[in-house]
């Protein structure tokens, strides 16, 4: 493996950032927005309610998605977009802060274990919301939102972006504390700001938002995907090969980095990419989730590859979903030693994995079963690829370009 690959712009700033156009009647552009099936889901919701949602190509040749609000038709998303991806729950702030109201069903989206939305719906009664759950669907409606202090039982980066968007039209201050502080919700912050919105505090574990009349437009380039930068990382760890990353903030990987170098990938940081080097077997690691600025959840499956086929035992712990490791069975299949204990999967390194005919279940695990493709010995076989389709763009071309024998079955 041998190339360079350029990271797209990130899914989980791009979602909340296309819910918050709802809370402006003017145009607002996202540079650089990937092409997803994620993305896509998102703006077939807009679509739904009445917004006029486009995409351009800019003078780099970047995707920019553009969308304008003007006037809401609707206020209740179809069950059948909201069944498809879990971020649909962040159009509930936007709505209640312009329409006062909003109604959807449960979310759906990745089977990793249970992911309760008690904190969004918590956050927003004390905004001022009246919620009823009835029949599969949540109800909320409010006669204006009202600034308050909100305390988060867990730094949940949904609830965070979700209560930051529905502060951003309340009356008077909202201070949210022990917010979530990954980057990409500066990036949702830094974007409000844009559309004239008062918000401070973002990557710290409070955030104060001072309510404004109304939101104008404006133009916004996300940021790089750091999930995908680390997989990639970790395409090159499990084939054994060099590749040059573009597009990267390498700060928001530094605990990736950290530990990825620990396990004996060579890594060089550039102002805006990552250059990666890994021409032998890698020692096992431990590996623990925790919430940024620690070790990414999203990251774990990817861990779990690396771990298959180094030397020595490696103890891959996920604090933040214990469930998430539904690429255990599948990576057995092609003769991982894998034991479940908990919320740890203890990995015995292999010399080589075999190829095998897999399925994944989830976005995160079907890429890591991609990259066990590139470590093991013979043809495997990825099913559900959509799943990984959600986050990934054009992830066969950009494996390719790094000299990957891969192609998509239809």
């Not at 700033?13 to 402006?24: D, E, I, K, V």
């Not at 304008?68 to 802060?97: N, Q």
């Not at 979310?107 to 001022?128: E, F, K, S, V, W």
């Not at 390498?250 to 004996?264: C, I, M, N, R, T």
Request: proline content about 4%; some cysteine; overall charge neutral.
């Amino acid at each position: 493996m041998r190339g360079q690959v350029r990271i797209s712009g990130a899914k989980n700033a791009t979602l909340p950032m296309l819910a918050a156009a709802l809370l402006t009647g003017e145009e607002c552009a996202l540079v650089d927005a990937p092409r997803l099936r994620d993305t896509a889901v998102m703006e077939a919701i807009l679509t739904s309610l009445g917004v006029a949602v486009h995409s351009e190509t800019d003078g780099e040749g970047r995707r920019v998605l553009v969308a304008r609000a003007g006037s809401l038709e609707a206020w209740h998303v179809p069950e059948r977009l909201v069944g498809e991806m879990r971020s649909s729950i962040f159009i509930m702030g936007p709505l209640l802060g312009r329409l006062r109201r909003a109604r959807i069903s449960y979310p759906g989206g990745c089977a990793i274990g249970p992911r309760p939305i008690d904190m969004h719906l918590r956050g927003l009664t004390q905004l001022g919301a009246v919620i009823r759950e009835r029949g599969g669907y949540i109800e909320a409606e409010t006669p204006g939102l009202v600034g308050a202090e909100i305390h988060l039982d867990f730094p949940s980066v949904g609830a965070t972006e979700n209560l930051m968007m529905a502060a951003v039209l309340a009356r008077g201050t909202t201070v949210i504390h022990n917010t979530a502080k990954e980057p990409e919700i500066v990036d949702l912050q830094n974007f409000l700001n844009k559309l004239g919105a008062r918000i401070r505090g973002g990557g710290t574990d409070a955030i104060r938002v001072d309510g404004v009349a109304s939101l104008g437009g404006g133009e916004h380039t996300v940021i790089p995907d750091r999930i995908e930068a680390g997989t990639y990382l970790a395409a090159v760890g499990a084939a054994r090969g060099e590749a040059r990353l573009e597009n990267v903030i390498p700060e928001h990987l530094d605990a990736v980095l950290s530990k990825f170098g620990e396990a004996g990938l060579q890594i060089h940081r550039e102002a805006d990419a990552l250059s990666v080097q890994c021409g032998r077997r890698l020692e096992a690691t431990d590996f623990k989730t925790l919430p940024y600025p620690g070790y990414p959840t999203d990251l774990q499956p990817q861990a779990t590859v690396l771990a298959c086929t180094a030397r020595g035992i490696s103890m891959i712990t996920d604090t933040i979903f214990p469930s998430r490791f539904t690429q255990v069975q599948e990576l057995r299949r092609m003769g991982a030693d894998i034991r479940l204990e908990g919320r740890t999967a203890v990995v015995t390194g292999v010399r080589r994995l075999s190829g095998a005919t897999v399925s994944a279940s989830d976005l995160r695990s079907g890429a890591a079963l991609v990259l066990a493709g590139l470590a093991a010995e013979g043809t495997t076989v990825v099913e559900g690829i959509h799943h990984v389709d959600r986050g990934y763009e054009e992830i066969e071309s950009k494996l390719a370009a790094l000299g990957a024998v891969i192609q998509r079955l239809e």
